[in-house]
Nanobody, 124 residues
């Protein structure tokens, strides 16, 4: 059974950086496309970023483009989300997601497996 465990959230001031990470177990990490989503209080869950199985394709929501960077380390079975220039509107629970795909599929926005989330709070 695939399990995803996020860590690295926290409370920071506007303009600061955070780099949450997510470890995948119970599946084949090298076959998994990965993504990050977030849910702010009172709002629907929204897509943040994703990376293809091979790592050569990435996708970002317009709201985070240029500030966030997604990456993966297959040896450590970990996906990272480097978040710079954080804003109060980035405050949310951040969720990691995964889906097994074929190698040629580019970064996508639909996933099958989800983590429990890590809280990110940005104060003004």
């Amino acid at each position: 059974q695939v399990q995803l465990v996020e860590s690295g959230g926290g409370l920071v001031q506007a303009g600061a950086s955070l780099s949450p990470s997510c470890v995948l177990s119970g599946g084949t990490f090298g076959r998994a496309a990965l993504g990050w989503f977030r849910r702010a209080p009172g709002k629907e869950r929204e897509f943040v970023s994703s990376i293809s199985r091979g790592g050569g394709s990435t996708d970002y929501a317009d709201s985070v483009k240029g500030r966030f960077t997604i990456s993966r380390n297959n040896d450590k079975k970990t996906v990272f989300l480097q978040m710079n220039s954080l804003r109060p509107e980035d405050t949310a629970v951040y969720y990691c997601a995964a889906r097994h795909t074929i190698l040629s599929v580019p970064a996508q926005r639909e996933f099958d497996y989800w983590g429990q989330g890590t809280q990110v709070t940005v104060s003004s």
